[in-house]
Each structure stands twice: as C-alpha cells, then as structure tokens.
C-alpha cells in the first residue's frame, strides 16, 4: 500500500490544474478513468461537440506565457481542439507522470484514527492520504434512463458522452435521436447530413440562438493578449464568471420598437447567451422574460417551413433561460430537410426499444442506430457512483439521500478532509467552468497549505454550515426563473435532488470550519 499527501480524482481541467498546484510541495496521485486528459473535453467527441462560451474566456489564466503562446483558431473551439489544448498543458507542465489513467476510483474510506482516506482504484491500486480533491466533474456521470428493451436492439446504441474515439459513419442510415438539450443540438445537424433519415424524438422543445462561431480574428485574439490578466481578474469579479455587459433597461420600460431592436441585435450579436441579457430583468421577471421567450418562437415559426413542425419546436412551457439555453448552428434549419422527421414524445412517451427500433405510445420506428444526448446525473453523479464513506461509516448515498448537502459546494459535513470542484451547490456551469474551477482550487489550496502550516490534521464543516449555505442557494434560486424549469441546474431531473442553484459571489463570502485534531 502507498501512502501519499493527495490524491486528485479526474485529470479534467481542474484536476490538471490542482496538480500543477500542488504537487511540487506534496507527493501527490492523479486517478483518470480515461486513457487521456481533458475530462468533459475528453469524452464528449460526438459531432458538433463544441464549447459554447468564447475560448479566450474558456481556458486558463494562471500562466501568462501558456495564454500568450496558445492560439484559438475559432471564437467558440471546437473538441478536438479543447482535447489538444488540455495535451499541450499536460505536456508544459509535466503533469502526466502524476497521472494514472484508465484508473477510475472506486471506493474512498475514511479512517477516523488515523485522518487518512483509504483510496481504492477499479485497476486494484490502494493508496491512503491525507486528502482528497474531487475533481470529478459537474457533468461527467452520463444518465441513461432505464427504458426497456434496450439488450434487444439489434443495432448499435450511442450516449453521446461515450462517443466513440474513431467516430460514427451513419451513412445510408435510419437514425433515431433522443435529447434536444445543448449536447442534441449540436450534434444533429452534422448527423442529418449524413444519414438516410434522422427521426429527432423531443420531449422538451429547446430555446436555441445562433452560435456566432467563426475564425479566430486576429485584431481580437492580439487585444486579448494585450489584456489578458486584466481580464481574467474582471472574469473573476463579475457574476458568472463571465464578461457579459449587463443591461440597465428594464423589457417593461422598452418600447415595442426598441424590444424588436434590442433583441434582433441580440439574436445576431455573435455573443453566445446575449437574449438572456438583452434587458435587466429576463431572467428574474417571467413577464419581461415572456418578451424574449416569443422572440424566439417568432424566430423559429420564421425559419421552420413546416408550421405544425414549427409548433411542436417552440418552446412554451417554462421561461428562456430557465434551462440551459442552447446554442447552436443550422438546428432549426435542419428541420426544412426531407430526411429530418420531429417525433413528439411528450404527448406520447417512448415505451421501449425493440428488435428494430423504438416503440412510442403512438406507433414503431424502424430504426438502424439510436443516439441518445439525455444529459448528465449532475453535480453529484460523479460522487455518488464512487463508495464514498466518511466518519462513522457514513455513506455519501445515505448522506444525501433526500437531497445534496454542502458548506459552499466544497466540503460536506462527515466527509473531513475532501475537498470538491464544482461541486453541487458551486456556481458550475452557471460559470465559466475553467477560471472558476481555477479559483476554486486555489481556494482549497490555501486550505490545505495553512493546515499543514498550522499543524492541523483534519478539517470538517458543520450541518448548520450545510444548512445556511442551503438557505443562502435556495434564496438566489427564488429569485430567478431557474425555478421554473426543470433542468439539471436544479436536479429535478433525478429523482432525490434538491435545488443547486448558486451565486459565486455569495460562495466567496464563506469559510470553512477548521478542527484543530492532534
Ligand atoms: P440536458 O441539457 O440534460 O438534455 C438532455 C435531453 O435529453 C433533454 O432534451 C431531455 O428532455 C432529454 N431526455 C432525457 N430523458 C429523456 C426521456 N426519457 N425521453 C425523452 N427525452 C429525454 O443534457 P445535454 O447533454 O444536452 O447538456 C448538458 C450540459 O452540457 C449543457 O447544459 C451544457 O452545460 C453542456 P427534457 O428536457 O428532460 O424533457
């Protein structure tokens, strides 16, 4: 058995960076249930996969020469590209040494007379540390639902967070999609130009606006590096993490003329997620934000040729922006293609895969290949499928069987000495998920370094700490139309998840609860 000061789990973006952190002042093992770096960007290799916040945002900060060097050759990179860019930093700063890969966790056990956690790994390693820090990802346990039937489909089934690394050729194909969210989005437009048909099986009509993705130009990409610690820093300072303007307009005190102005430049600004911030109030007033949401469906009964196609595209039954909004390049265009047939499953649900296809309330599909882009078992997925047990035995799965619980999204009480990134109730994708992820591993940095400065050997947080950083989450929450969709930002997609909804500035307020044990 080896023992060591930390052990890393996922070689994501975080993970890499909490290496290159940490592992000069402790010893230090990274496990990766992957054969590569770049976590999300790793597995996510489906077509279309692309990041859609801009790239000079989306990528680290904290080396001045690695974002003078890198070069983005698109506004908005693609995968491949996002995969180099976590090879190159892997390389750079020689963090892979640090790295076992194809090595998930398995099991993480707390031993109460020494302060150490017991490691196990799925490849049999057994180390103990001091701590532990779960970089395991917001949206990295794929979610499958249990439908029936699936052994008996005789062709192949693809979730498009597993995509295979050498591709899919769906040429001549009938192929069945299940899942319009961001992740369906992008990648059916390039699947309906290659396959036979494309039978796209929706259940929630998604809010889209165009990407805006193009070349790199190089005026912006040279001012950017002009000014890029300045901007990292008013990254960090705003809310979202995320260099957005801010709109003081109310909808309600636009004209109508300007709200058509207003939200047509929106549309075309080329600034992923700009409707959500055409006007002050969109996403805290359901009424101002019914004025962007009709927009859109203009927007789509304008582009969809077919009107009762169009009908079922328009999303009418929570706010824009209450989920996630996609965005996306040639979706709604693609549903003018002969070969692209919409399957509403809300009125009548899948039932079943078959034999040959998938059997809904309304009838069979003959079908060659089934995709599914059905999301992720957020926030706490990643952890909950590790047997994770803290003092006395406690299983996280026991822990937060009603619900997650968390001091600040970064420790949870009963757990000492584990540390999460991105954790349920951080900001995560409300964010920008590499410079929050940065900040939040230097935040745990300090924690360790002044323990181990002040002869601490075990920290822990409190459930009274849990409960008012709850109260604090579900506060924001209630003030934004996040409360009125069910997505994963809220987990009321999983059965047993509480709200997780969460404000960056109110995390940085916080604290963590240091026990002094000797
Ligand atoms: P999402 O946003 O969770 O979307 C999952 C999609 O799968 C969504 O359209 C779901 O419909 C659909 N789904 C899930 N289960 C079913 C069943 N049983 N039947 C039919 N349809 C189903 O995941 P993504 O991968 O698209 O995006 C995740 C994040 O990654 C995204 O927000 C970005 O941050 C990057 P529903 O809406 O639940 O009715």
């Known amino acids: 058995m080896e023992t060591v000061d930390i052990v890393v789990i996922g070689a994501g973006f975080s993970g890499l960076y909490a290496i290159h952190k940490l592992h000069e002042k402790y010893s230090l093992v990274c496990f990766e249930s992957g054969d590569g770096v770049g976590g999300t960007w790793y597995w996510n290799r489906y077509p279309g996969a692309r990041v859609d916040i801009k790239s000079v945002e989306y990528s680290y900060g904290f080396d001045n020469d690695l974002q003078q060097d890198w070069s983005w050759p698109e506004y908005f990179s693609a995968q491949p590209d996002l995969e180099r860019y976590a090879n190159h930093v ?3 700063f020689k963090l892979r040494d640090f790295i076992r890969f194809s090595n998930p966790v398995s099991s993480l056990h707390f031993d109460e007379a020494t302060n150490l956690w017991h490691v196990r790994t799925g490849k049999g ?3 103990m540390c001091r701590y532990v820090i779960a970089a395991s990802g917001a949206l990295s346990a794929p979610n499958t639902p249990p439908w029936p039937g699936m052994d008996s489909f ?3 089934i693809y979730h498009t967070a597993t995509w295979p690394r050498e591709g899919v050729d769906f040429s001549g194909q009938r192929v069945g999609f ?8 992008q990648a059916m437009p390039l699947i309906a130009a290659q396959a036979d048909h494309l ?3 929706q259940r929630t009509a998604a809010y889209c606006m165009p990407s805006g993705n193009r070349p790199m130009d190089a005026d912006f990409e040279n001012d ?7 901007r990292r820093k008013e990254l960090l300072d705003s809310y979202g993490v995320s260099l957005i303007e801010y709109p003081l307009l109310s909808a309600h005190e636009a004209t109508p003329e300007q709200r058509a102005e207003i939200l047509e430049t929106a549309w075309n600004s080329q600034n992923a997620f700009q409707l959500l911030f055409a006007f002050s109030d969109v996403m805290t007033d359901p009424s101002a934000n019914d004025y962007v949401a009709e927009f859109v469906r203009s927007k789509i009964r304008g582009i969809v040729k077919d009107p009762a196609t169009a009908e079922l595209l328009c999303p009418k039954s929570y706010p824009i922006g209450g989920k996630r909004l996609c965005i996306g390049n040639g979706y709604f265009e693609m549903f003018n293609r002969d070969n692209v047939t919409l399957v509403d499953v809300k009125s009548a649900p899948i039932q079943a895969f078959t034999e040959t296809g998938l059997r809904t309330a309304a009838g069979d599909f003959e079908l ?24 006395n035995k406690l299983k996280i799965t026991e822990k937060w069987s009603e619900g997650a619980t968390t001091y600040l999204g970064s420790m949870v009480a009963g757990f000492p000495n584990m540390f999460m990134i991105h954790g349920p109730m951080t900001p995560a994708a409300q964010a920008q998920m590499i410079t929050a992820g940065e900040w939040q591993v230097d935040w745990t940095v300090g924690i360790i370094d002044a323990m181990e400065r002040d002869g601490c050997t075990r920290i822990d947080t409190t459930e009274a700490a849990e409960q008012s950083w709850a109260a604090e989450v579900a506060m924001c929450a209630s003030q934004t139309v996040h409360n009125l969709a069910d ?28 026990a002094k044990m000797r």
């Open 199 to 201: 039978y796209v099986f």
């Open 90 to 92: 892997a390389d750079r």
């Open 154 to 156: 005789k062709g192949p």
């Open 125 to 127: 390693d057994h180390v």
């Open 487 to 514: 997505s994963w930002y809220n987990g009321r997609i999983s059965k047993g998840k509480r709200a997780d909804l969460r404000s960056m500035s109110a995390a940085s307020r916080g604290s963590a609860n240091c």
């Open 368 to 391: 060659d290949a089934i995709v599914t882009a059905t999301g992720f078992d957020a926030a706490t997925g990643a952890l909950t499928r590790i047997d994770i047990q803290g003092v």
């Open 224 to 230: 950017w590096k002009a000014h890029y610690p300045e």
């Open 178 to 185: 299940i899942g319009t969210g961001s992740t369906g989005i």
